[in-house]
């Protein structure tokens, strides 16, 4: 057989949809077919649609799951600012207690020195 484009091309490969003989330059892998380029464009404008479709669907999805991903930060973010942030009056440590412990006795020896 002679690819129908190249007629000087032998080949023993044919288009899946229109049968004609097309040589490996000619043919196309579409859906799984090998087809020429004739029938790949007639294959695209069939089914374009359906695949912008599902691309749409797919972007959609992916959309949707940034926005969720962005919203668990977010939601990670706020929770870790509104967790009380450790300061020593607040979180009953001691160790503001303890500083005027210090504090009192230092006052304590001093006034006993002087
Ligand atoms: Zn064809
Ligand atoms: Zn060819």
Redesign the pocket.
Known sequence: MKCKNHPQVDTDE???????A?CDDCLLEIRGKN??????N?IINNYGDEKEKKEQREKEKAEEERLKKIEQQQKVTAAAAARPKPSCLGCGCGTFLLLCAIIIAAATIISLIT
């Open positions: 044919v288009c899946n949809e229109c049968g004609n097309f087809v020429c380029e004739y029938c790949a007639e």
